[in-house]
């Protein structure tokens, strides 16, 4: 994946944290891919490791963007358990109902994809490895809402500080539509599949964009139908047609770019035959 230079100005470490008054002296671009490395491994916060693979995890993400990306996908206040049957870390798919992990973490070379991707010191290349971390797709962003994804709940919160720390406030921000064979915008693109490519900035140019509103909130649904022009033909097959409806119903953000993620995978809305079943007949 060939990665273009980013539209943020702000660089550098050590910033002070706006959630904790701390300062760090790793990358705050670094660090808010790390700060859920214990949700891979099923811990909480109080109980993680300081440490994972040998490099400094689970630290504040500055200027509240992690607690807007959870606002983008989660209510605020006291959560409560909404699927009575599931009380885990891992995922629910919206598109089947399944639980999408069996096994434990270290099945399958999942441990090791994790330490290689959480030992990443580059914060261009971490982005670029989130963008394809499956394992980190296999977990939800809170158990009490088994339908988000955790990764995709962190490209969001990495797009947000990205912008907060270009000086850009939540209200300037818009949903933007990549050519998903251009290359991505580094911590600024949250989804990129064959399919599409979406980013979250400022300054969307020329390209189809609508602004994500004046907080963050549950919004996914309403920014999608500002859209103007969406990332594929809706007119052009019945899969883009039900990908497109269902989009226009989903609230939560990170639980939207998954089911775009697991719906493009299993279906391949491009071609005329589906990889998968339940969408029902007339394919």
């Known amino acids: 994946m060939v990665v273009a230079m980013t539209d943020s100005s702000a660089t550098g470490a050590g910033r002070e944290s706006a959630d904790s008054g701390a300062v760090t002296d790793v990358d705050p671009m670094l660090a808010v891919y790390r700060h859920d490395v214990h949700k891979l491994r ?64 270290g099945a399958d070379g999942r441990g090791a994809a994790v330490r290689d991707v959480v030992s990443v010191e580059d914060p261009v290349a971490m982005h670029e490895a989130w963008l394809s971390f499956d394992v980190a797709a296999l977990f939800n962003e809170s158990l009490y809402y088994p339908y988000t994804s955790l990764k995709y709940h962190t490209l969001l919160a990495a797009a947000l500080l990205d912008n907060y720390r270009a000086g850009v406030g939540f209200e300037e921000l818009f949903l933007t539509v990549e050519d998903p064979d251009g290359p991505v915008t580094p911590h600024r693109t949250v989804l990129s599949t064959p399919e599409m490519q979406l980013c979250i900035t400022s300054e969307p140019g020329d390209r189809p964009a609508a602004r994500l509103g004046d907080g963050p909130a549950r919004c996914f649904a309403d920014v999608w139908a500002r859209l103007l022009v969406h990332p594929f033909d ?21 639980t939207a770019l998954q089911y ?24």
């Open 42 to 105: 099923g811990r909480s916060h109080a109980a993680a490791r300081e440490r994972v693979a040998g490099v400094r995890v689970n630290e504040t993400v500055p200027l509240g963007a992690d607690r807007d990306a959870a606002l983008l996908s989660r209510p605020h206040g006291e959560p409560e358990q909404t699927v009575d049957a599931h009380a885990s870390p891992s995922r629910v798919s919206l598109l089947t109902g399944d639980v999408v992990m069996t096994g434990s973490l």
């Open 260 to 283: 775009v993620e697991e719906y493009c995978r299993r279906f391949d809305p491009r071609s005329g035959a589906g990889r998968g079943d339940g969408l029902g007949g007339g394919w």
């Open 234 to 254: 809706v007119d052009g097959g019945r899969r883009w047609r039900v990908l497109d409806a269902q989009l226009r119903r989903i609230r939560s953000w990170s």
